[in-house]
């Protein structure tokens, strides 16, 4: 299938850049974009007032927390995976339940503009295999690993796996049931998924690691998410998260560390080392991570970082509402927030990252952690793209530069603004 977009584009290319490109002609072959001018007819043409931005990458989300979303954060992390999680997770033993809520959940976060999507499942490979074929289904790109978890004390009984065998044969199973799906662009991929550390016996680690080497599938795992997580594993192994994952052998190209709020400067050098990279989850930290992720101090290390929702532990399913949020966050890292102290001890130099950076963190910066040509309407890229009304975002009377018009998308834009949203050169939301 081929076809020509004509449109504005608006996007980061590089982190701290922003370009548009005035009335464009986007051609789409197959899902590739194979060439961008600025004359020539067009088969689709945005609206007035519309922008084509690329499509956004939600790296780290839960899909079976969808159901409590914006509720629960009255209770620090572990306690709230006991008490409110867990038994949510349980439900999805019924795999009708399962197959309702991805029916609700894949569109829902299509029309947010959330082209690709780095989902946990739950412990039940039917309910995985049910997710990717929703996403499959609705046009979503996706990576979906089932969640591994057998540890006796970082689990409840009534939900975990038998033990580290289990687990493993699971997991393959899994693995299996989604690469046998009829998924004819290739949209659907799975991915490792040991829960974190707390929740994984030694050798369930060990053994997950070995699949990953053994089947070069991705991995994706919480790292140093809050303080209890982060003392509870440098208690347990002696190492800290970020050694202890790589001991383990997860710590590999593309891994996904979701949140990393108390990684270090070693910790950043061994992330980058490794090629792995980290899904920022800034709504998510407010409520358990205790601090800010250092999003500004990651990149200047070197290590890929994109952003997630982390869907329920976040109250928002917009990865743009993240982005936003990615730049608050950032602001009172570097200013710091107890006014009682001095203005020169109150914050952490160096930690504030604009909205273009953002921007760039929910698009580029999840394609450089997955390592995909995704996240830039460019040449060579995959055509995942989502347009967005900005007539009712500030009146056209105000006659704002592009910057302007670009940094109220950033923080204003929400699903309503959101018209139309393609996928891998097919139309998922809208129809132009
Ligand atoms: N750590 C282990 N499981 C979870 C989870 O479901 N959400 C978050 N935010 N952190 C976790
Ligand atoms: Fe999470």
Redesign the pocket.
């Given at each position: 299938m081929d076809f020509t977009v004509r449109a504005t584009v608006m996007q980061t290319p590089t982190r701290g850049t922003f370009t548009t490109l005035e009335d464009a002609r986007i051609r789409v072959v197959d899902g590739t974009i194979v060439a961008i001018s600025n004359t020539g007819e067009a088969d689709v043409t945005l609206p007035p007032d519309h922008v084509l931005v690329p499509g956004f990458i939600d790296l780290?989300i839960?899909a079976p927390?969808w159901p409590q979303l914006g509720t629960g954060y009255d209770l620090p992390?572990s306690e709230?995976?006991f008490e409110h999680?867990f038994p949510l997770?349980a439900r999805f033993d019924d795999l009708p339940f399962a197959q309702q809520t991805w029916e609700d959940m894949v569109p829902a976060l299509l029309a947010h503009g959330t082209t690709t999507a780095v989902y946990?499942g739950s412990i039940h490979t039917p309910a995985t295999t049910a997710l990717a074929e929703a996403c499959i289904h609705h046009g979503q790109r996706a990576w979906v690993g089932r969640?591994a978890?057998d540890h006796p004390e970082g689990t409840p009984e009534w939900y975990r796996d038998d033990d580290a065998d289990t687990a493993l044969a699971a997991t393959r199973e899994s693995i299996a049931q989604i690469g046998a799906l009829d998924d004819p662009h290739n949209l659907v991929h799975p991915i490792i998924t040991p829960?974190?550390i707390?929740?994984c016996t030694d050798e369930l680690l060990t053994g997950l690691g070995a699949l990953a080497a053994e089947t070069g599938i991705i991995v994706q795992t919480?790292c140093s998410?809050?303080d209890w997580?982060h003392h509870h594993v440098i208690e347990r192994t002696g190492q800290r998260d970020t050694d202890a994952l790589d001991s383990f052998g997860l710590l590999r190209p593309s891994t996904v560390l979701?949140?990393g709020v108390h990684l270090n400067a070693e910790d950043f050098a061994t992330i980058r080392d490794r090629g792995a990279g980290v899904a920022h989850?800034p709504l998510?930290n407010v409520y358990?991570g205790n601090a800010v992720f250092p999003a500004a101090q990651a990149l200047d290390a070197g290590v890929h970082v994109g952003l997630g929702t982390?869907v329920?532990?976040?109250p928002s399913a917009s990865v743009l509402a993240n982005a936003a949020r990615a730049v608050d966050s950032s602001r009172m890292l570097e200013d710091g927030v107890d006014a009682s102290a001095s203005p020169a001890e109150r914050g952490v130099q160096g930690s504030r990252i604009d909205a273009f950076t953002a921007f760039w963190l929910a698009t580029m910066g999840g394609g450089s952690v997955l390592d995909e040509p995704l996240g830039l309407i460019e040449e060579g890229r995959r055509f995942d793209a989502v347009a967005v009304s900005l007539a009712e975002l500030a009146p056209s009377t105000a006659g704002y530069t592009p910057e302007r018009r670009f940094e109220q998308l950033v923080r204003l834009a929400g699903r309503r603004e959101i018209t139309d949203v393609w996928v891998d050169g097919r139309q998922v939301i809208g129809d132009l």
């Open positions: 780290h839960h927390q992390l709230w995976l999680t997770e946990y969640a978890m829960r974190f707390p929740a919480h998410e809050d997580e979701g949140h989850c998510s358990f982390d329920a532990g976040g």
